[in-house]
């Protein structure tokens, strides 16, 4: 668990006295931790490195009784523990009979219409039907011309020139990172036994909008294998102006081998950002953004 101490057999690179260091941070994953010692760069000076727990020589591990940080075992096999929840009985299924509702259906009486009583008085006679005396003149309708609305002429729009396409694409370069003004002993170290590399992805002219990608690969120089885990330092970006905008500022635990930054074009005109491990310049990058 962290702040343990590892005490290493003798023999081999300890010599006959052994050697002991602090555990920094444990991975039960990789099965790796990192080692806070002196000593192991050279004499008197401190350093942290990464240790394979299935190949180190470790004799074993010095815990304080107070230390109230929540360890990992590390065995040589995972004892699963499971419940073992009570068995429910299952419930017998319930039946429902629906319950028949009576309907009564009432039939309408048929009823005989009744027949109109007529007056005798007022039942008209013929001579008592006034007769025209009078011909009828119809009048013919009137016909009005048909309107005649001219024609609209017909304006053609003017073509109007289309522009160019200009082939924009986002392309990939590598950026310069330098080591050679290191002079915190623990980052030197750090960079002795790691590769760290740099690379940008954007379009070669940046818009308002756009966005650029900087990938930060950090690998093992024996095993070219990617490093996780904690950084002994922080990785800090710092950009000029406001004319960029990035998703965050600095970075202290690595994942999956590579840190990505986005960076995000917000104003016209020229910008920088710049890469810092811990207060020690590693990088810079230029941006004009139209």
Known sequence: MPWALVVYNAGG???????????????????????????????????????DLTTANVECYIYNVRNTVVG??????????????????????????PTPVQTTIVVPTPTTPAV??????????????????????VTPPVVKPPVVIPSQPVVTPPVVPVKPVVNDTASTKDITLSFDNISDPLIQHYVWIR???AELTSKATLHIGDEAVLIITIKDKQTQVNVDGLLPTVLEFIWSN??????????RLISDGKVEVHIRAVQAGKSSLVINLGIEKIGRIGFEIQ
Do not use: C
Not at 21 to 44: C, E, P, Q, T
Not at 242 to 251: E, L, Q, T
């Open 116 to 137: 109109p009583v007529t007056n005798p008085a007022t039942v008209p006679t013929e001579n008592s039907v006034a007769k025209p005396t009078t011909p009828v003149v």
């Open 13 to 51: 690179r300890f010599g006959q006295y052994g050697h002991v260091g602090k555990v920094m941070y444990y991975n039960k994953w990789l099965h790796k931790i990192i080692v806070r010692d002196m000593a192991w760069v050279s004499m008197f000076t401190m350093s942290d490195r990464r240790d």
């Open 242 to 251: 406001d004319n960029i905008d990035i998703d965050y500022s600095s970075v």
């Open 72 to 97: 990992e075992v590390i065995t040589g096999s995972t004892t699963a523990i499971s419940n073992n929840p009570t068995q429910l009985e299952p419930t017998q299924p319930q039946t429902w009979t």
């Open 195 to 197: 590769d760290i590399s």
